[in-house]
């Protein structure tokens, strides 16, 4: 009976909009993209409710008579952004996007292929050519983790080899060209071995034997030889408390006690003193090192900062020479969402992610400016990889 009533709301919505205006209480044009093991959400925001958007996630069908069953808490993103990057894993996730009013009301109307969408990360990668290697590992590893106070324990079956190597790295590990963005955490490794890593990032890890590193044969199996779910090491489990900047050490050290150090008979008094004029001069002329502090320029290509022209090159020039160059992050990110929501050719597109990812870096959002760097590191790989590598600096901080 429930499912009848929302179907028939929803025809209601486009009934009474045939007489005049169409209320639309509901995103439309949800995509998503992925890179890696992240899934970029992309959506045009409702015209007629404008409060926060609700994204639902499952592994699961989701029905949204019954929505708070989904298996992840549910995300809020403001009215505006359009878009929203998730961490998964490789299977298929289902989302489903809801719009609310200012005052908070959820509109729970899901409709296919509008603003409910199914990822199949194998089928996408797969349409990339990035899909995990074929051939098949010629051993059984059964390679897992497990988090242990302020280590990862990383166990494994040897299959009766001595000469495995183990790597580690901050994105999932799928296929040869992998490892090159991996450390070597151990070059002969036995099972269990105990790994300390830095606390807080989420880490992958694979073994490979070290003939095949010589050979170039090297056969990655997740699951199997490479780990599919990241394992973090909390920062509470490493001395930090919660809610507080303070690391505690586990061993203090010993507390030096001023009273044994100083005569008996000696008088101590604790109050600042005073410095003398002469102290004082001193200090003034005393010359401080300037501490350098280094932050990202914003990046620009030189035609999309000279007189604009017809067509999509001029939208997009004069977002760059209207927003862009006047640092006005939040109405750029805004105006390009905007523009990338049209097909537009290649190298245009390419262009404005790269912009973009730039914004979100400025607007201190790490992932959603990674997905972007990531999208085009073909495209610009060096332009790309030097922004890539101050987003995790950003990321690990």
Do not use: C, H
């Not at 090192?289 to 004069?318: C, H, S």
């Amino acid at each position: 009976m429930k499912r009848l009533f929302t179907v028939m709301s929803f025809f209601l919505v486009f009934s009474l909009g045939a007489q005049e205006k169409v209320f639309a209480p509901f995103v439309s044009r949800l995509t998503a993209d992925v890179k890696n093991n992240l899934v970029r959400l992309s959506w045009i925001d409702s015209p007629d409710v404008k409060g926060p958007v609700i994204i639902y996630s499952s592994d699961s069908p989701i029905d949204p008579l019954t929505i708070s069953s989904s298996s992840k808490k549910p995300i809020q993103v403001d009215y505006g952004v359009q878009s929203y990057v998730d961490e998964t894993d490789y299977k298929t996730r289902y989302y489903f996007v809801a719009a609310t009013d200012e005052k908070g009301l959820i509109y729970s109307l899901a409709i296919p292929l509008n603003n409910t969408i199914t990822v199949n990360m194998q089928n996408f990668l797969k349409r990339q050519g990035e899909q995990t290697s074929t051939a098949k590992v010629d051993a059984d590893f059964s390679l897992r983790t497990a988090v242990q106070k302020e280590s990862v324990i990383v166990s494994f079956n040897a299959a009766g080899r001595s000469n495995l190597v183990l790597y580690r790295s901050i994105q999932p590990i799928r296929k040869m060209e992998d490892l090159l963005n991996s450390v070597i955490v151990q070059a002969v490794v036995d099972s269990p071995f105990i790994d300390y890593p830095i606390p807080g990032i989420s880490y992958y890890y694979a073994i490979v034997p070290q003939e095949s590193l010589v050979s170039g044969n090297v056969k990655i199996s997740p699951g199997n030889n490479a780990t599919v779910m990241p394992v973090t090491v909390p920062l509470s489990q490493y001395g930090m408390i919660r809610g507080s900047s303070v690391l505690m050490r586990p061993i203090p050290l010993p507390l030096i006690s001023l009273s044994m150090l100083i005569d008996r008979n000696a008088s101590f008094n604790a109050l600042p003193q005073e410095l003398s004029l002469a102290a004082e001069q001193a200090l003034m002329n005393v010359e401080r090192p300037e501490v350098p502090v280094i932050t990202k320029k914003p990046r620009a290509f030189k035609e999309d900062m000279e007189m604009p022209i017809n067509g999509e090159e001029y939208t997009l020039r004069y977002i760059m020479q209207t927003f862009f160059a006047k640092r006005e992050w939040t109405t750029t990110r805004e105006q390009l969402a905007l523009f990338l929501s049209l097909p537009r050719s290649a190298d245009t597109e390419a262009r404005a992610r790269f912009y973009l990812g730039q914004v979100y870096y400025f607007l201190n959002m790490p992932r959603e400016s990674l997905f972007e760097f990531l999208m085009i590191k073909t495209k610009y790989p060096q332009e790309s990889a030097e922004w890539i590598s101050a987003v995790l600096d950003m990321l690990i901080k």
